[in-house]
């Protein structure tokens, strides 16, 4: 199996910049996607970003288009979620995952979650 743990989250002021980051631990030998999902209260968990095992392709939800960034660094079994121009409707326990596939950079289906952390932008 893989474990996933999240860090970076906290409370910043909207217009401002966050940086998450998820440690994969674990069998991490296969040649996995990994992204990001977000769930605010009442709400139901929906799909940030996700990028492939090499960093080519990367998919991002329409609503953090040109503000959010995915990238990894595979050496260190880590992916990033460079958030900038943050908003208080960006408020949500995100979560990292990953699906055990070099090509479903949408992470339709995904086999790991982390813990989760918490963003809250204020308004």
């Known amino acids: 199996q893989v474990q996933l743990v999240e860090s970076g989250g906290g409370l910043v002021q909207a217009g401002g910049s966050l940086r998450l980051s998820c440690l994969a631990s674990g069998r991490t030998f296969s040649r996995y996607v990994m992204g990001w999902f977000r769930q605010a209260p009442g709400k139901e968990r929906e799909f940030v970003a996700g990028?492939?095992?090499?960093?080519?392709?990367?998919m991002y939800a329409d609503s953090v288009k040109g503000r959010f960034t995915i990238s990894r660094n595979n050496a260190k079994n880590t992916v990033y979620l460079q958030m900038n121009s943050l908003k208080p409707d960006d408020t949500a326990v995100y979560y990292c995952a990953v699906t055990m596939s070099d090509y479903d950079v949408n992470l339709r289906h995904p086999d790991y979650w982390g813990q989760g952390t918490q963003v809250t932008v204020s308004s």
């Open positions: 990028i492939s095992w090499s960093g080519g392709s990367t």
